[in-house]
């Protein structure tokens, strides 16, 4: 294993990403004080796992975050990554680990290994006993030197441990350890649990039998229940059966009656039909003869006055005249009238004018006599509201002063029962004292083991919660893993066996790819098997190759022969075969062609495979270049002449010439080319799902089993915690009655303590009280007789106002009265002056007609002869057309009487068949009402065979017994009586039994497990016991010879020893450091200078790197206090320990540099940044 990089960001003043390269041997880190070197060693020391911030020289976390500076503002997050190649040291399957560490202001900190979230402890896994783990001496500064000297013998034992390699089994021992505490626990929890589980075993089975007898008569019960339901469903179904005959017969009697009715209906609309044509014959012929005898009565009328007429013209004329002459008179005598009736208007005009003013000036008295009525009754109603005031107060006064003279009563004779029942009451509160203390102490001590049940309960309930959801999560993981294993093992069984039955090929390349001839070792196979394609290009490869994926490769031309000869014999087909032989490549001469815009490469470029076959790929490709889109590709063709095969990524192929193919697939884009790494990638895939799944399936197990034990010691919590809240529920119900029946008796003696003291004082009180209140009383009652006398006198006065307000408004009321009736008058005035003027006219109007008619009829005088001619003769016509349509109207009209007559008898029948058919419907509804009822209870019967019991009535015919109804009664009533005699039981006792027998059985179990479970453990620890004793007894003698060595050859003499505390316990023993300087005596440690203490640890550190060469070591300025001899000697061993161990060491010191192979430099700028400078020295030298 070898420190490869190490790369930080935001570490102290590491301020921006730096990445330092190591290299094998040694390589030295330099740089001015203060310019950060020593970060580097912090930063290694973290990612190990280094948690004391004071160690990386800080005083919290986030000292290590860069803080900022005058120019730079501060970093929230730190984080440091180390880069090692790992070479089976590591116990992981990476060819390279990546450790990260990474710290947020905040505080938040995450781990990664290879970008995966890991914990720390997962880190310290993965470098124990490596020599680079947190207890080890990979990496040592000037702080350590001291530290590792004058450490007690037992914390310096530490770093023999991680040398020797014991650390995991140190580890190991302390976990099993604790799992050994736990299962002592465990066990105790299950014996208590097992002796829990058998004291109640015996009553739960007797509540378990009982149970079932209670069971087995309900199951009995249950079925004559059902037998029940079964026979009265048979009963409503024989009823139903019963009534559907009636109502059948019932509705087909219905029908027949309601059949005649319609018929009958029919016959009446007939009827009513024909009645209706004839009355409009009727009244169309009487229309005509009315018409007809209308003409002959006008005729005849016209020829009367024209007779009349000419007999009385002279007559006529003359009275005309005079009608003139009275029209013309009347027209006079109604515009005289006319002139009066519009002077009396006007006079009545003027006489409502005096009378709406004298009603205006009545109004203003009226108005100012409210208001002095309403003060007047404002007045009356305040005196009433202090009269009713003062009434109240004599009142008031009176019953006070009663009261006063009832409680001068009472005081009198309550003196001594209060006394009395004082000193009874201070009994009774210190009784309740006493008791009420005694329970807040049982109370108190209930509590605290309450609290401690509780905190319990608290945590075993949150990792009962942990363990739940980490099983979840182990079984979605599960489960998921499974989906996964199982998808990818079906695609790499259809895979391989695409691959070996060459599915896709031709029929022809598959036979001699599967031929068992002779021949056949010539053949190293398919195109498509020999070549790798980047999976970019594989659909531009795999169109530039077409069928040439299918050519079969042959070591020579005698190979090809062979098989073609043999797909001649078998009438197989044909086949391209490329003897490596005899292939010869031509290259393409348009090399230009490639630095075109687009131009990817020449497809055997893109193309892998082995050497062998490099020509194979060369003659099928090396003329074909591919191009990223179809237009450079065009581009491309036009500018080289159209001479070059072009294929696209997308698949579009250009020949020579200027033919163009392309367009979509179906399917995969290739069948052949990605095959062969599609298998390699699923192998890996379900290697690594199956030792997932395995790895899954046994930390699920572990958790399971866990979270079963924490259920059961949560059960247990429960079941005491319900116990301690009965009690403490039945404490606390005691000491609140206690406490409000002392509350009550104490405030009952204070009361009567207070009354007591008050009771002679009060007497006295109210005894003056009392004669003040006869004096209040006799002055509130003169001041109610005062208010008494002033409302009386202020009523009379209301009274009389209110008199004269009545009579004015009578008096007012007459005058509106009369001024209406002028109003009438007035307007009839109006209305009879208006109908002289429109008779007037009408006069005027006819006196004018009057005179027309005159002339009109001197002229009809002179016509009248000729047209009585003419209307005598039309007159015979019409006579004679009457009197046939007389006759004719007569015969229809016999004719409606007779349909009259027999739509009568219609109606009559009618009725009674109706009749008949409303009986009918309303019998058929009532059976139909009951047989619906019967229906109903059949289907409420059979809801109940189904919901209570799950039979119909036709399975339930199985479980029903065979026994009359009173057979039946009277065996329900016997299992009623029986379990009325069984009393209440537990429904759940039986299966709480068998549970409780099989918890007791399983915990037995659990028992006889952990007990062999501890037995294994001891066993265990007795044997990493003997390992870690028999390792570091190994360990520790090489390493006291190392270390005697080596301080020799670095002090050039003297002697050194390292020893046990204790031989006999090498498990715990200390160690101890005893050193003998050249020249002088043997001393203690704490005696040495600074530099002989740091060539001793240097001589420390060379004898764990001897024993156990660690992969790395981490030396920050150790060498500052040598002097240069030793310093050159220090140098010397690091080029010596360089060939096993690789050296990255922070000096200042120049023999130290000179020893190195690499050096860094780190810089500080003004930003208060550390910037990394790199030289190779062989280079520079």
């Not at 006529?316 to 006319?338: C, I, M, P, V, Y």
């Not at 919590?717 to 301690?724: D, E, G, V």
């Not at 109908?835 to 002179?862: C, F, N, P, V, Y």
């Amino acid at each position: 294993m070898q420190l490869k990089r190490l790369e930080a960001y935001g570490f102290k003043s590491f301020a921006d990403k730096v990445e330092i390269e190591f290299h094998a041997g040694v390589t030295a880190i330099v740089g001015p004080n203060g310019s950060g070197k020593s970060n580097v060693t912090d930063a290694v020391r973290w990612v190990l796992g280094e948690q004391n911030v004071r160690a990386l020289r800080g005083s919290k976390a986030e000292d290590i975050i860069f803080t900022g500076s005058a120019t730079r503002r501060a970093m929230g997050v730190a984080e440091v990554s180390l880069f090692f190649e790992n070479e089976g040291d590591m116990p992981v399957d990476y060819r390279e680990v990546v450790v990260t560490r990474r710290l947020f202001r905040s505080g938040e900190s995450e781990f990664f290994i290879n970008k995966s979230r890991c914990r720390l402890k997962d880190i310290s896994n993965l470098f124990a006993d490596t020599g680079l783990g947190r207890d080890g001496m990979s990496v040592i500064g000037q702080n350590r030197i001291d530290e590792i000297l004058n450490s007690k013998p037992e914390e310096r034992r530490l770093y023999f441990e991680e040398t020797a390699g014991i650390t995991k089994y140190r580890n190991r021992k302390r976990e099993s350890m604790r799992k050994l505490e736990d299962m002592q626990g465990n066990l105790v929890r299950v014996s208590d649990i097992m002796q829990e589980i058998e004291g109640q075993l015996e009553p739960l089975a007797e509540s378990a039998e009982k149970t079932r007898r209670h069971d087995e008569l309900q199951t009995v019960y249950r079925r004559c229940a059902l037998t029940e339901l079964f026979q009265r469903e048979g009963q409503l179904k024989k009823e139903r059966a019963d009534s559907a005959g009636k109502i059948e017969a019932m509705r087909d009697e219905a029908l027949a009656a309601e059949t005649q009715v319609r018929l009958l209906d029919v016959k009446k609309e007939e009827l009513d039909q024909a009645i209706l044509v004839l009355e409009e014959k009727l009244q169309e012929q009487a229309e005509k003869n009315n018409a007809l005898r209308t003409q002959i009565e006008q005729a005849n009328s016209e020829i009367a006055i024209l007779e009349e007429r000419a007999h009385q013209h002279d007559a006529l004329k003359a009275r005309l005249l005079q009608q003139r002459a009275d029209f013309e008179s009347t027209a006079g005598e109604a515009a005289a009238e006319k002139q009066r009736l519009f002077a009396v208007e006007k006079e009545l005009l003027e006489k409502h004018a005096a009378i709406n003013a004298a009603i205006a000036k009545d109004r203003s008295s009226l108005k100012a006599l409210g208001e002095k009525l309403r003060e007047v009754k404002e007045k009356h109603r305040t005196l009433a509201d202090k009269k009713d005031a003062a009434q109240r107060d004599m009142l008031a006064r009176e019953n006070e002063l009663l009261l006063i003279e009832h409680e001068l009563e009472r005081y009198s004779t309550s003196g001594t029962e209060r006394t009395d029942e004082l000193k009874r009451a201070i009994a009774a509160v210190d009784a309740l004292t006493t008791e009420a203390k005694a329970i807040g102490e049982e109370r108190r001590r209930l509590e605290e083991e309450r609290r401690t049940h509780e905190e319990e309960r608290t945590k075993k309930t949150q990792e009962k919660e942990r363990l739940d959801e980490k099983l979840h999560t182990l079984l979605h993981a599960e489960n998921r893993t499974k989906e996964e294993l199982h998808a990818d093992e079906n695609k790499l069984k259809f895979l391989r066996n695409m691959q070996a039955s060459y599915e896709g090929f031709a029929r022809a390349p598959k036979a001699v790819l599967q031929a068992k001839e002779p021949w056949q070792k010539g053949v190293a196979g398919a195109v498509a098997e020999l070549v790798s394609v980047p999976h970019e290009y594989i659909r531009a490869v795999d169109v530039a190759l077409g069928s040439s994926l299918q050519n079969i490769v042959t070591e020579d031309t005698d190979t090809a022969k062979a098989a073609i000869a043999f797909l001649k014999r078998a009438r197989l087909g044909r086949v391209t075969f490329l003897p490596l032989s005899t292939l010869v490549v031509r290259r393409s001469q348009d090399e230009a062609a490639k630095r075109e815009a687009g131009a990817i490469g020449f497809a055997n470029e893109l193309v892998g495979a082995d050497a062998k076959y490099r020509k194979v790929v060369d003659f099928l490709l090396a003329r074909t270049l591919v191009v990223d889109t179809l237009d450079h590709g065009l581009a491309i063709e036009k500018k080289m002449g159209w001479r070059l095969r072009i294929v696209t990524l997308d698949g579009e192929l250009l020949n020579p010439g200027g033919s163009l193919s392309g367009g979509g697939r179906q399917g995969q884009e290739t069948s052949f080319l990605n095959r062969g790494g599609e298998i390699e990638r699923l192998e890996k895939s379900v290697r690594d799902a199956e030792e997932k799944l395995a790895a899954l399936l046994k930390e699920r197990t572990l958790f399971d089993k866990a979270a079963k034990e924490m259920a059961e010691a949560l059960e247990f919590i429960a079941r005491s915690l319900q116990q301690k809240d009965v009690y403490a529920a039945e404490l606390r119900v005691k000491d609140e009655r206690i406490a409000e029946a002392r509350k009550e008796k104490e405030k009952a003696r204070e009361t009567l303590k207070k009354l007591a003291e008050e009771a002679e004082m009060t007497f006295s009180k109210a005894q003056a009280k009392k004669n003040d209140a006869v004096q209040q009383a006799k002055a509130a009652r003169r001041l109610y007789e005062k208010m008494e006398r002033e409302t009386k006198e202020s009523e009379e006065e209301l009274d009389d106002l209110e008199q004269d307000a009545d009579d004015l408004s009578k008096y007012i009321n007459e005058r509106e009265l009369k001024r209406a009736v002028l109003e009438q008058e007035k307007i009839r005035a109006r209305e009879q002056a208006l109908l002289k003027e429109k008779e007037e006219t009408r006069a005027k109007e006819q006196a004018e007609k009057t005179r027309e008619e005159e002339i009109a009829l001197d002229e009809e005088q002179s016509n009248g002869g000729t047209k009585r001619e003419a209307i005598a003769a039309r007159v015979a016509a019409w006579q004679e057309k009457h009197a046939e349509g007389k006759a004719a109207y007569d015969k229809q009209y016999q004719e409606k009487l007779e349909r009259h007559a027999e739509n009568q008898e219609n109606d009559k029948a009618a009725r009674a068949a109706g009749q008949r058919l409303s009986e009918m419907q309303g019998k058929l509804h009532q059976m139909e009402i009951a047989a619906a009822e019967v229906h109903v209870k059949i289907e409420q019967v059979q809801a109940e065979l189904l919901e209570q019991y799950g039979h119909t009535w036709e399975t339930a015919a199985e479980e029903a017994l065979d026994l009359t109804g009173t057979e039946l009664k009277k065996k329900m009533q016997d299992i009623s009586r029986a379990l009325a005699e069984l009393g209440p039981v537990n429904p759940n006792a039986i299966r709480e039994h068998e549970e409780l027998v099989e918890r007791h059985a399983f915990m037995g179990k659990q028992a006889a497990d952990l007990e062999a479970a501890r037995e294994n453990l001891m066993a265990m620890i007795h044997e990493m016991d003997v390992t870690m004793t028999r390792q570091f007894k190994v360990a520790f003698e090489e390493i006291r010879g190392y270390f005697a060595d080596i301080f020799v050859r670095l002090f050039g003499g003297g002697k050194a020893e390292l020893f046990l505390t204790d031989e006999k316990d090498v498990l715990h023993a200390g160690v101890e450091i005893e050193v003998q300087l050249p020249t002088k005596k043997r001393q203690n440690l704490s005696v040495l200078s600074g530099g002989e203490r740091a060539l001793t640890v240097i001589a420390l550190l060379f004898s764990f790197l001897r024993y156990r060469p660690a992969p790395f070591s981490v030396l920050d300025e150790i060498d500052a206090p040598l002097d240069e001899a030793n310093v050159a000697r220090f140098g010397k061993f690091l080029g010596e320990f360089a060939e096993n161990t690789q050296f990255i060491v922070v000096t200042h010191r120049k023999g130290t540099m000179e020893a190195a192979d690499f050096m860094y430099g780190i810089t500080i700028e003004d930003a208060g940044v550390s910037r990394v400078l790199s030289v190779r020295l062989d280079e520079a030298i």
